[in-house]
């Protein structure tokens, strides 16, 4: 550990008490060297079954590429399992989404109370210029064109899937996708299903300036098939947002957090009051982090990760009071301070029996292989 790391974690260490939150072990879910795993989310299953999705794409530094990258025509959604509380993990992934045109992102799994589970993603499809290839897409990215959100949908807890179900595009904007179609609403992050059963959704969405997103509401009143346009949640004519992740209080409070950019990567929160038909203007959280994931415990506190990506790198969390109200002054606990360089992070937790909390994320140590970690904490 470095001078740094030790005195952050000591001047850290009486705000982490505070918290009630013990580390009890760092664990490794899956790790390949011919892979790049990355992007992760988690849900428990009714029988108490763990399933962890993720992203992976070939290491291509194996063939002499000098940097991983989060875009490749080869990437898909994957999934692994564990039977016993996330001590042991399946060996092989299961796969959920090999989208034909792309290289599909960041899966994110909801599990609804019916017990199906919902996939979302998104894709970069790649293009061969030096073969003449051209898209109509808005946004582009080297050789890839930005193809917008999709869906997939499990009834037999993930081990078969249906789909792919597109979103609408948001109202107003004209952007579109490499076949000059309406770009579908996409996002990396939480969903939430409200005490109504309607499923709410924030998406990210391009703006008319370049590379700028905000963040809208979309709700879904079929389990995640049709969606329609509710609100703005987030925007701002210089701060960027993006990355979102809602939750949904016990006083029925819809609480979003948002990544941004041009911000110093500070944390926003915005908050519906009227169940996601406004939400008030966006608040600074007043520190660095990001993208979130929130989880209610037994004590209806709510356990919020998040990464973080500066010196010295890795993963942080706070536990908030019930209503999420005082995400500005709860104390900041430090999970991981050992990775390699920023290109990690992206955390998900699940609450487990006997006050325990199991978050995942992808991780690298000296800028080594990329992939699925996990820690066990209790409360």
């Known amino acids: 550990m470095t001078r740094r790391a030790f005195t952050s974690m000591l001047a850290a260490a009486p705000l982490a008490a505070q918290s009630g939150l013990r580390k009890l072990k760092d664990i490794v879910i899956y790790s390949d060297e011919l892979y790049y795993s990355a992007f992760p989310s988690i849900i428990r299953r009714r029988d108490g079954e763990l399933i962890v999705a993720f992203r992976r794409a070939p290491n291509r530094r194996l063939m002499g590429e000098k940097a991983a990258t989060h875009t490749d025509p080869n990437s898909y959604c994957v999934l692994v399992r564990s039977r016993d509380g996330g001590e042991t993990w399946t060996r092989e992934p299961e796969l959920i989404s090999a989208h034909p045109w792309g290289g599909s992102q960041d899966p994110c799994l909801i599990q609804l109370r019916d017990g199906s589970i919902l996939c979302a993603s998104y894709l970069w499809t790649w293009l061969d210029r030096k073969a003449g290839a051209k898209s109509q897409a808005t946004e582009e990215r080297d050789q890839y064109v930005f193809q917008g959100g999709y869906l997939m949908r499990s009834e037999d807890g993930g081990r078969s899937w249906r789909g792919p179900i597109y979103p609408p595009p948001l109202p107003g904007r004209d952007v579109r996708n490499g076949f000059g179609k309406p770009l579908p609403v996409y996002n990396r992050g939480a969903m939430c299903q409200g005490r109504d059963g309607r499923l709410c959704w924030a998406v990210a969405y391009p703006k008319p300036a370049p590379r700028q997103t905000d963040v809208h509401l979309m709700i879904s009143s079929d389990r995640g098939d049709t969606w329609q346009y509710a609100c703005v949640v987030a925007t701002d004519e210089k701060v960027v947002f993006n990355e979102t992740s809602l939750y949904e209080t016990p006083k029925g409070d819809l609480v979003a957090f948002l990544r ?71 104390p900041e606990f430090v999970l991981r301070d050992d990775g390699g360089n920023g290109d990690l992070g992206y955390p998900w937790a699940v609450a487990l029996p006997g006050r325990r909390i199991l978050a995942v994320y992808y991780f690298n140590q000296n800028d080594g292989l990329r992939h699925i970690a996990g820690t066990f904490l209790a409360y």
């Open 260 to 330: 941004t950019a041009a911000f110093d990567d500070h944390t926003v929160v915005a908050r519906s009051r009227d169940g996601g038909r406004s939400f008030e203007p966006w608040q600074d959280a007043g520190w660095q982090g990001h993208p979130h994931h929130a989880v209610r415990l037994e004590d209806n506190r709510v356990f919020l990760i998040y990464g973080y990506r500066h010196p010295p790198y890795g993963i942080r969390a706070r536990i908030l009071d019930a209503e999420c109200t005082d995400f500005a002054t709860a």
